[in-house]
Each structure stands twice: as structure tokens, then as C-alpha cells.
Antibody, heavy 119, light 112 residues
């Protein structure tokens, strides 16, 4: 059974940092592109970042470029999102999602981890 | 690429048809393989999104056949042929044609 389990969310002050993790199981993690997608309270889905199978290629939404860093450890089947210089508008549930390598749909999603940026 | 869904919400009687439209600002049809890089997701209250349809019209494994997708290029439709109570959700279209991958704003489906 495919499982994606996010962790690391919480309350952080503006300007602070958080590191999210996503533990994957039930599939060959190293064959998949991995993504972070967020959803602000009561709002729609927003794609945040993508990392390709070998970890060498990464992409970001303009709203997080230069502040967020996506990475992965294929030996540990784990995806990460380092979030720095956090702003109130980064408040959201953050989902990790998988794509079988290449331009394919987001086929599996985790349950999400909430991040609140507030003083 | 901007994805625009219509309507923002709709209320349909149980057993009746629900139709959601999605328009992209740029074609998501890749000419070399004739595939539309367009997916539909369902998000029930309090749940993560779930993939329903990909390549504009291919149902994900396990998705009931009352869900169907159609369209090509820039105009797409998700149809629920006979609405069931468990279909109450927000539905999103999303393209995966180019980076960044973007979603429509969502369409909320309720029971009338």
C-alpha cells in the first residue's frame, strides 16, 4: 500500500524557519518525481515545488523561490522542504505528492501537515 | 498557464448529472504524442486530494465509471453522470504540461 506521511509542521513566527518531511513507502521512491502542494485555509490548491527522481533538478513557484528548498534522500525514502524567511501568507496545509517519473499526474498524496506563520 | 473553472459551485439533485468546465490559457495538448496533460482531482471535506482523471479522459484505477472527462487543447469537462452523496466535494482541474503546474480555483459540488 502506498503511503506518504508528512511531518514537521507547526506554529512559527514570521521570518522563522521550518523543515517538513514526507516519508514514503509502498512504492519505488527513487523512480518518482516528488512535489509539495499547499492549501491555505479555505482556499484552493497551489503547487509549490518539484524535485525529479535523482534529486538533481528542482523547481519552485515564484512565491517561494529563494526561500524554500526541496530535497530528497532516496536511501531513506524521504522528501524534505526547508522553509526559511516564512511569511503569514505561507500559512497552509502542506501536502507531499508523487508523480511517476516525468510529466504525469499527481497520483498519490499524503494527509498533509499544517504550517501556521503568526506572531 | 492559468486554469479557470466554471462554475465556482453547483448544487445537483442525487442521481442527476453534474458538469464542471475547465479552460486553460494555453493549449495543454502535446502534439508529439497527442496527449492532453490535464488531470482532475476530488477533495472531500477534511481529506487530501485524490486523482480521478488523467490525460483528460483516463479514469484512475478504482474510480467509479460515473466520472468521465472530455475535451482537448484548452477546453475540458468533468462529468458526474449520476450524483451520489459521497461525491460531495471540491473538484480541481490541473495541467502538468509545463512548469509551474497549476490548478483551477476549484468547483464545489453539493446536493440540492
Amino acid at each position: 500500500e502506498v503511503q506518504l506521511v508528512e511531518s514537521g509542521g507547526g506554529l512559527v513566527q514570521p521570518g522563522g524557519s521550518l523543515r517538513l518531511s514526507c516519508a514514503a513507502s509502498g512504492f519505488t521512491f527513487s523512480n518518482y518525481w516528488m512535489h509539495w502542494v499547499r492549501q491555505a485555509p479555505g482556499k484552493g490548491l497551489v503547487w509549490v515545488s518539484r524535485i525529479e527522481s535523482d534529486g538533481r533538478s528542482t523547481y519552485y513557484a515564484d512565491s517561494v523561490k529563494g526561500r524554500f528548498t526541496i530535497s530528497r534522500d532516496n536511501a531513506k525514502n524521504t522528501l524534505y522542504l526547508q522553509m526559511n524567511s516564512l511569511r503569514a501568507e505561507d500559512t497552509a496545509v502542506y501536502y507531499c505528492a508523487s508523480t511517476l517519473g516525468g510529466y504525469n499526474p499527481l497520483d498519490y498524496w499524503g494527509q498533509g501537515t499544517p504550517v501556521t506563520v503568526s506572531s | 498557464i492559468v486554469m479557470t473553472q466554471s462554475p465556482d459551485s453547483l448544487a445537483v439533485s442525487l442521481g442527476e448529472r453534474a458538469t464542471i468546465n475547465c479552460k486553460s490559457s494555453h493549449s495543454v495538448l502535446y502534439s508529439s504524442n497527442n496527449k492532453n496533460y490535464l488531470a482532475w482531482y476530488q477533495q472531500r471535506p477534511g481529506q487530501p486530494p485524490k486523482l480521478l482523471i488523467y490525460w483528460a479522459s483516463t479514469r484512475q484505477s478504482g474510480v467509479p465509471d460515473r466520472f468521465s472527462g472530455s475535451g482537448s487543447g484548452t477546453d475540458f469537462t468533468l462529468t458526474i453522470s449520476s450524483l451520489q452523496a459521497e461525491d460531495v466535494a471540491v473538484y480541481y482541474c490541473q495541467h502538468y504540461y509545463s512548469t509551474p503546474w497549476t490548478f483551477g480555483q476549484g468547483t464545489k459540488v453539493e446536493v440540492k
